[in-house]
């Protein structure tokens, strides 16, 4: 064994998790869902919810960032049985990338197939505004250059392949879906499409850095999701994803313009209802596409 092999979570232990939370609850959700910072209100929409502190689930990580509470809610949004992860595990607090994806296997060793994942991100593309939902179509996995993975170390066959394409990770019929979503609730002015990437955080990016990212192709910015949504793609659940742009990155020099925390919350609580509305419509449209025998013939 390679010395480096880093301290994989067993899948004993992961299905310990899964018994202690499904032992509590009757909801068997085949739905999951991220909230990112400040987005975590979501959770208050689900009823009959069965709440689960983090801290009380064996073997589970603590979230400690300010405007992530750290719980898990399994319960029903618009009448479809969902599971809910209010608040996640950044890279920056101290978490090795796997961890902060573990609870994803939680999730699918609960019966979930489908996961949506939401986060807050800087805006590159120079066409996005604040308060813009920009779905991933695709993402850099910029960490994943220098060999920090959430699927580096031992491979669980049991979770998935070792090796495995990541071409279409974002599901092209939930991306047609949520535009048909974005249509009926009158946001089609500001869900867009993109590709996002995630740094370590905790800083904002500096100007050289962001002027890289958009030769690149990054439409957004973040400090999450990647480690999430590839080991939900790992271990075949289907991905949906969106970012909040919080802010427009800053890529010029002395523009007196400073990204901060507080202005990614703020603008995460102005725009909190429409995602909240985004979010359980595409709950219930894919609840709907998949419970009529799969994907949609018009989403071809
Ligand atoms: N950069 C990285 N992460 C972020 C940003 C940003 O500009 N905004 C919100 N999360």
């Known amino acids: 064994m390679a010395e480096e092999l880093h301290d994989p979570i067993s899948y004993e232990l992961i299905s310990a998790c899964s018994d202690y939370i499904s032992r509590r609850s009757q909801h ?7 909230c990112g910072s400040g987005l975590g209100g979501l959770a208050d929409l689900a009823k009959n919810a069965d709440v689960f502190p983090y801290s009380d689930i064996p073997g589970f990580p603590k979230s400690t960032v300010a405007g992530h509470v750290g719980r898990l809610l399994l319960g029903e949004l618009n009448g479809t049985a969902v599971v809910i ?13 796997w961890k902060c994806a573990m609870p994803v296997r939680v999730m ?29 179509k695709d993402h850099i996995n910029l960490p994943g250059f220098a060999c920090n993975h959430p699927l580096r170390g ?10 495995f394409p990541c071409n279409d990770l974002y599901n092209a019929d939930y991306r047609y ?75 010029e020099y002395g523009t007196g313009i400073e990204t901060n925390h507080e202005e990614v919350i703020e603008v995460g609580k102005k725009r909190a209802d429409d995602m909240k509305d985004f979010i359980s419509r595409m709950v219930a449209t894919i609840a709907n596409n998949e419970c009529n025998g799969g994907l949609a013939q018009e989403a071809k």
């Open 28 to 34: 068997r959700p085949k739905i999951g869902i991220i």
């Open 85 to 97: 992860m209010q608040g996640r595990f950044h890279s920056y607090e101290g978490y090795p990338l």
């Open 108 to 136: 699918r060793l609960l019966g979930v197939e489908h996961l949506l994942v939401t986060n807050a991100g800087g805006g590159l593309n120079a066409a996005f505004n604040v308060g813009d939902i920009m779905v991933l």
């Open 154 to 163: 031992p491979n669980d066959e049991r979770f998935g392949p070792r090796f």
């Open 177 to 251: 879906l949520a535009r048909k979503v974005a249509r009926e609730l009158n946001l089609e002015g500001i869900v867009r499409q993109g590709v996002y990437t995630m740094v370590g955080g905790p800083n904002y990016e500096t100007v050289a850095e962001l002027k890289m990212l958009r030769e690149l192709g990054v439409d957004a910015v973040g400090m999450s999701t990647i480690p999430e949504t590839i080991v939900a793609h790992h271990c075949g659940m289907k991905v949906f994803a969106c970012s909040l742009i919080t802010n427009m990155c800053v890529v």
